[in-house]
């Protein structure tokens, strides 16, 4: 009897051994993905419009825009509040017991007030207080720090800092034949917008903020003058290039290293940090509060951007998984309030794109060194662009090949001449020609 007991407890222990040891084995290789970091770029809410035009029947600020021009209004402030709820369950498995803590989630915006506001709101439907965290049993609200800094020092998120070589290739793009091509096409178009409007039209920008002051306007229901029944129409020409304005930062290679490349290298810099397990603080969530312009210039840098103007309270979504022992991103765009997301198609990469793959795609709008130095120009161009000229390095190249090769070509010239002369001299020695 003694002995049946020891077997059947020995084959029991063989038996949990062996289940424990399974289980091991099946969480060290799992087929199902685990999302380990997450970056959200949002827009912000609903907003007033940027500024009015000189012709425009509501262009009195006090009077119609009772928050200001630019200002988040309440609709926009609602708007971020259901996306902070969405990111809530979106990311439910980052965020542990759900509240908020400085170690695992980090906050950014623009310096801008729109954009601040409505990070406020996304934290607010982010980390509705509970049990410790109420501090006011009224008002069921916590303070969440938003982390910015002056637009004029920000080449990350807001891309304001002064860049020479930026600001030279934009000068190279505006003055090349696509571009001049484009804006002399629509000429007439201009004219008209600029005798009925009263402003003047020199770039898509200026196309651009017309026409968002006039969307806004009928979204508010006012009601528009009866010139824009001849140009303000769904798929307009007056709406393809404000449309096309989206493109226009990030339209060159270059352009695109010097405007989003910084925030896609803050990124891909974070992901290799978390695999690596050197990312201090360890967070597992990064969000952006910014604008139209900063999606439209991520997606268009990778070749993914679809004309149109991404909506308020849009979010881009960049995130990291692991399975087994790999690693790989994928990114998906909200632009609308659905909630079953599908991965974007990357470029050459897939749905699911390993950091490496991606830097290698990627390579040419990635910085690698810092950006005093990508955008520093070479002193002789710092010259020519201070003096207002715009010379291309193949021209430059041939101006001092020119340079260096003028004197040499004086001396031969000289030589050639002075041989020639001595000729003379001695062909009439007999007269007594000398040639001194």
């Known amino acids: 009897m003694f002995w049946k007991i020891v077997v059947v407890l020995f084959s029991v222990f063989v038996f949990s051994t062996a289940k424990s040891s399974i289980r091991r084995n099946q969480s060290a290789y799992s087929d199902e993905p685990q999302l380990i970091f997450a970056h959200v770029i949002h827009r912000h809410g609903d907003r007033n419009p940027i500024r009015s035009y000189p012709n425009d029947p509501w262009k009195d600020e006090e009077q119609f825009w009772e ?13 971020e509040y259901e996306l902070g709820t969405y990111l809530r369950k979106r990311y439910a498995s980052l965020l542990g017991d759900g509240g908020y803590s400085n170690d695992n989630v980090y906050i950014q915006s623009t310096d801008v007030d729109r954009t601040l506001n409505s990070a406020q709101a996304v934290a607010a439907g982010l980390f509705p207080p509970e049990n410790d965290q109420i501090w006011n049993a009224d008002l069921l609200w916590q303070p969440i720090p938003i982390h910015t800094i002056p637009k004029e020092m920000d080449h990350v998120l807001y891309a304001g800092r002064p860049c020479s070589r930026y600001q030279r290739a934009m ?29 003047q039209i020199h770039s898509l920008d200026d196309v651009d903020i017309l026409y968002n002051t006039l969307w806004i306007e009928q979204l508010k229901e006012k009601s528009l003058p009866f010139w824009t029944d001849e140009v303000f129409l769904p798929g307009s020409d007056f709406e393809m290039l404000a449309y096309l304005n989206f493109r226009l930062a990030t339209n060159t290679t270059e352009m695109a290293r010097l405007t989003v490349g910084f925030l896609i290298r803050d990124i891909l810099d974070r992901f290799s940090s978390k695999i690596e397990s050197t990312l201090l603080p360890n967070r597992s969530l990064h969000i952006y509060s910014a604008h139209d312009s900063t999606i439209a210039n991520f997606l268009n840098a990778i ?11 849009s979010s881009l979504h960049i995130e990291l998984y692991k399975l087994n022992a790999d690693h790989y991103m994928q990114i998906f765009y909200r632009n609308s309030s659905d909630e079953n997301l599908q991965p974007l198609e990357i470029p050459l990469c897939g749905q699911n794109c390993s950091l490496e793959m991606f830097r ?47 004197p040499i070509m004086i001396i031969v010239l000289w030589r050639v001449s002075s041989s020639k002369r001595g000729n003379i001299a001695l062909e009439n020695d007999n007269n007594n020609m000398k040639y001194l």
């Open 360 to 406: 290698s795609i990627y390579s040419e709008i990635i910085p690698t060194e810092t950006f005093e130095e990508e955008c520093e120009l070479p002193f002789y161009l710092e010259i020519l662009e201070g003096s207002n000229i715009c010379i291309s390095n193949e021209w430059f190249v041939s101006i001092m090949c020119f340079v260096v090769m003028l």
């Open 303 to 313: 070749g993914l951007f679809e004309l149109h103007n991404p909506p308020y309270a």
């Open 171 to 199: 000068r190279k793009h505006l003055q090349s034949l696509e571009y001049t091509t484009l804006m002399a096409k629509h000429k007439q178009l201009f004219d008209y917008l600029q005798e009925n409007a009263g402003i």
């Open 67 to 79: 928050e200001g021009f630019g200002q988040l209004t309440n609709i926009g402030i609602n708007q």
